[in-house]
């Protein structure tokens, strides 16, 4: 069977959204808009896989679905929702649960980068954390999903749960009149010039939301101040830019920051250097601290904006978590059948 082309993401409400969220991630939702059905989801599941305060859970959440919107998602065209409200991940993901096998998990960096050295102490949901994800996406039966470099192995995992059920299940899979598989191998779609934004103070390691220290990191709601403080303050060497990209080899954070110019200026990195090649880091960093507020600024200005209402935002996730019902249900019902559970 063809599958009909849908998207999936998830951004989790764990706070201190940043400029790689938005670069990797949220600018390229907003661009699949325009050719492609598309479902943005909050996923409140998965931040619980470590410990969070209700309270703010519930204003990440709302945070989030405001970054969306206030970048350009268009939550009437598409779907925005949060996790929680469709019980059918929680479901399918139990049943990837017994899909996945603990090998697969074992492989997994970002368990093993989260769990830190404590990992008995790490929850069961942070270990099964990626069947979770595959549940997510085959929900929907989507076929692309935009992430940033740091999800590709999870997606690989998901393309193995999916492949896995379609063997395992096989001839209930075509009792049910499936062809050939039930669920689809969802494509990762990893691209532009800013897949992994690495931290403002180390750049071997990827800009994060978990990241301790809020240097690390441009905030979507930090203001010009804030900004240009954190990119004067940011890492780098003593040699001034190098006049093309193979002068960037050995210095991830020249790199790091001219990646990020390149995708807030919306070209590419040569480009870039054409432009600053041989300039100072005082001279390029101010340039990009301009470029970084006038890109930013007005985002953290609208999601205030929202933020103001949250009745309103609990309108759109409600209305969302609707309509993404409407299309798993039929899917779990499906699969549930292929399972052999009876209804
Ligand atoms: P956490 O540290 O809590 O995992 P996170 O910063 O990784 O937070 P997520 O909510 O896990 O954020 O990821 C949301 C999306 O942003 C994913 O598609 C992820 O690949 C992308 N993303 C996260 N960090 C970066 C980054 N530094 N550069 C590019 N994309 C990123
Ligand atoms: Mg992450």
Not at 31 to 59: K, S
Not at 160 to 186: E, M, T, V
Not at 316 to 331: F, Q, S, T
Request: aromatic share 6%; glycine share 6%.
């Amino acid at each position: 069977m063809q599958h009909q082309t849908r998207v999936f993401s998830g951004v989790q409400p764990t706070g201190n959204l940043h400029l790689g969220n938005y670069l990797g991630a949220i600018t390229r939702f907003v661009a699949l808009q325009a050719d492609h059905d598309c479902l943005y989801c909050v996923v409140d599941l998965h931040a619980i896989t470590v410990v969070q305060d209700p309270q703010e859970l519930a204003h990440n959440t709302r945070e989030v679905t405001a970054a969306f919107i206030a970048s350009g998602i268009d939550p009437t065209k598409h779907i925005v929702f949060n996790q929680s409200q469709v019980s059918g991940h929680a479901e399918l993901a139990w049943i990837f649960n017994c899909v996945a096998r603990i090998g697969w998990l074992n492989r997994m960096t970002q368990f093993k980068e989260k769990a830190g050295k404590d990992r008995e102490n790490a929850s069961a949901g942070l270990y099964v954390y990626p069947n979770l994800m595959a549940a997510d996406i085959l929900l929907y039966h989507a076929t692309h999903v935009p992430v940033g470099e740091d999800q590709k192995q999870h997606l690989e995992l998901a393309r193995d749960i999916a492949q896995k059920f379609n063997n395992d299940f096989g001839s209930s899979i075509a009792r049910a009149g499936y062809a050939d598989g039930f669920f689809p191998l969802p494509e990762p779609l990893i691209t532009g010039p800013a897949t992994r934004v690495m931290s403002l103070r180390d750049g071997t390691r990827k800009m994060s939301k978990s990241d301790e220290s809020d240097m690390t990191r441009i905030n979507l709601t930090d203001d010009a101040d804030t900004i240009a403080k954190k990119i004067k303050k940011a890492k780098t060497d003593p040699e001034p830019l190098p006049s093309n990209v193979e002068g960037l080899a050995a210095r991830p954070e020249a790199d790091n920051l001219v990646g990020i110019f390149a995708a807030l200026a919306e070209t590419d990195k040569e480009a870039v250097l054409r432009d600053y090649g041989n300039a100072s880091f005082s001279t390029f960093k101010q340039a990009l601290a301009e470029l970084t507020t006038a890109k930013i600024a007005p985002i953290g200005a609208e999601m205030r904006k929202l933020l103001a209402e949250p009745a309103h935002i609990d309108r759109i996730l409600e209305d969302g978590a609707g309509r993404a019902h409407a299309i798993a249900d039929p899917i779990l019902a499906k699969t549930k059948e292929i399972v052999g559970f009876i209804r």
